[in-house]
Nanobody, 127 residues
Framework: QVHLVESGGGLVQAGGSLRLSCAAS????????TGWFRQVPGKEREFVAA???????????KYADSVKGRFTVFRDKTKNTVYLQMNSLKPEDTAVYYC?????????????????WGQGTQVTVPS
């Protein structure tokens, strides 16, 4: 089993920045992808960004069009943690953010492709 814990959410003014963390423990993989998703009440969970990892090195990344150029996903292999750096935040970025892991180094934007999920962290950007 893999246990994921997100942190770093909070309230930030429009134009500000936050860095979310996704710390993994338990079973480890040498090839995997970590995705970030977000969800607002009444809407489906949507893809935000992801990183594919082979042998502890980041292989590729992918971003939703809505966050491209503002968000960056990266990994700290020494801490077994994946981060989502969010800059130039907008009110429409307000959501609960989740990280998820799938046991293959191929990025997917589909929630059904990820086996393990964290509990989520709230990000609020007031309008």
């Amino acid at each position: 089993q893999v246990h994921l814990v997100e942190s770093g959410g909070g309230l930030v003014q429009a134009g500000g920045s936050l860095r979310l963390s996704c710390a993994a423990s338990g079973r480890t993989f040498t090839r995997y992808a970590t995705g970030w998703f977000r969800q607002v009440p009444g809407k489906e969970r949507e893809f935000v960004a992801a990183i594919a990892v082979i042998n502890w090195s980041g292989l590729s990344t992918k971003y939703a069009d809505s966050v491209k150029g503002r968000f960056t996903v990266f990994r700290d292999k020494t801490k077994n943690t994946v981060y989502l750096q969010m800059n130039s935040l907008k009110p429409e970025d307000t959501a609960v953010y989740y990280c998820a892991v799938r046991q293959t180094a191929v990025i997917s934007t589909a929630t059904s492709e990820y086996e393990y999920w964290g509990q989520g962290t709230q990000v609020t950007v007031p309008s």
